[in-house]
């Protein structure tokens, strides 16, 4: 078992950016892909972008490529989104995810293990 904390949500106003932190204590960290998804009220989860076991390749959607950077640090167990030029449609839960499966990919299927998430809301 795998457990996923987010933290890092919270009101933000348009035009400003946040780091989202997901911790995963315990052994297996570096051996998980690692990725994250939204939320939002009223729609479907949605991806955001994906980062391999080393942090060596990574997978945006077309629509956050240009405002999110995912990393992680192994060491610390922990992976990161940051966010930048939020505009109030990013208001959502955001989530981490964890795949034991190779490769790095959007699909929800692929990922095992799921945060709680944590909050965002972006006011105009």
């Known amino acids: 078992q795998v457990q996923l904390v987010e933290s890092g949500g919270g009101l933000v106003q348009a035009g400003g950016s946040l780091r989202l932190s997901c911790a995963a204590p315990?052994?297996?960290?570096?051996?998980?892909?690692m990725g994250w998804f939204r939320q939002a009220p009223g729609k479907e989860r949605e991806f955001i972008a994906a980062?391999?076991?080393?942090?060596?390749?990574?997978h945006y959607a077309d629509s956050m490529k240009d405002r999110s950077t995912i990393s992680r640090d192994n060491a610390r167990r922990t992976v990161y989104l940051q966010v930048n030029s939020l505009k109030p449609e990013d208001t959502a839960v955001y989530y981490c995810?964890?795949?034991?499966?190779?490769?790095?990919?959007?699909?929800?299927?692929?990922?095992?293990?799921w945060g709680q998430g944590t909050q965002v809301t972006v006011s105009s």
């Open positions: 315990g052994r297996t960290f570096s051996s998980l892909a």
């Open positions: 980062v391999s076991r080393t942090g060596f390749s990574i």
């Open positions: 995810a964890a795949s034991a499966v190779g490769g790095l990919g959007s699909d929800e299927s692929r990922y095992t293990y």
